[in-house]
């Protein structure tokens, strides 16, 4: 998505001087900047961010509300666990071009949103619970094949009979593993063969 004509969050029309305080500009590669918004205790964590490469261009990742919401998580190792976009819908891998990783299907109380464990980031799906946010579902990333792992589809715990559901035709970097698995299709009854006695 280009630069639009109206201004992206991270730059309004009218900078306040705590605006510029919380501006920065990161590194992500050779020829690949990313402006945002700077949180005060997190120096890799940049809110509505914008995508600058070398000849210019600037890239928004996401527009109205999702803009609002997304987070870029700036890798300390790239090759290792790759610079990610969180929003409550999905997760952007930003490299060299920037890839749909992990899309949710819209209509589902979840959100994406980087987490650790060990010293090892990965993807949480979380679902908003009376104790705080619940993990319903892990992605872990393939450094050698360069995919999530995860389930594509599985049971909410609340409502009952509630489903998150994945789109994997537009999640081109997630490899479906675990979760729950659709129930098996009935059995048709096929037609005799012609050579069987009865056939018609």
């Known amino acids: 998505m280009l630069f639009r004509s109206c201004a992206p969050l991270c730059v309004p029309d009218e900078l306040t001087a705590e605006h510029m305080r919380r501006l920065r500009l990161v590194t992500l590669g050779p020829e690949r900047w990313a402006l945002g918004l700077a949180e005060k205790r997190k120096k890799d964590v940049l809110r509505a961010p914008v995508l600058i490469a070398a000849d210019g261009t600037v890239t928004v990742l996401a527009e109205g509300v999702e803009e609002e919401l997304q987070v870029l998580h700036v890798s300390r190792d790239a090759e290792v666990f ?6 409550p819908l999905r997760v952007l891998i930003v490299g060299e071009e920037v890839v749909p990783a992990i899309v949710r299907k819209a209509e589902q109380p979840v959100r994406f949103a980087l987490r650790q464990q060990s010293g090892y980031s990965y ?6 619970g009376v104790r705080g946010d619940a993990e319903i579902a892990r992605y872990v990333w393939d450094p050698y094949e360069m995919v999530f792992l995860g389930p594509a589809a599985d049971r909410l715990p609340d ?3 509630g489903q998150f559901q994945i789109d994997l035709k537009a999640s081109r970097r997630l490899e479906p593993r675990g979760g729950e698995i659709p129930e098996p299709e009935d059995n048709r009854e096929l037609p005799p063969r012609r050579d069987e006695p009865g056939a018609v």
């Open 159 to 161: 409502p009952p009979g």
């Open 82 to 87: 790759p610079h990610v976009a969180t929003s």
């Open 123 to 128: 993807v949480g799906l979380l679902a908003a």
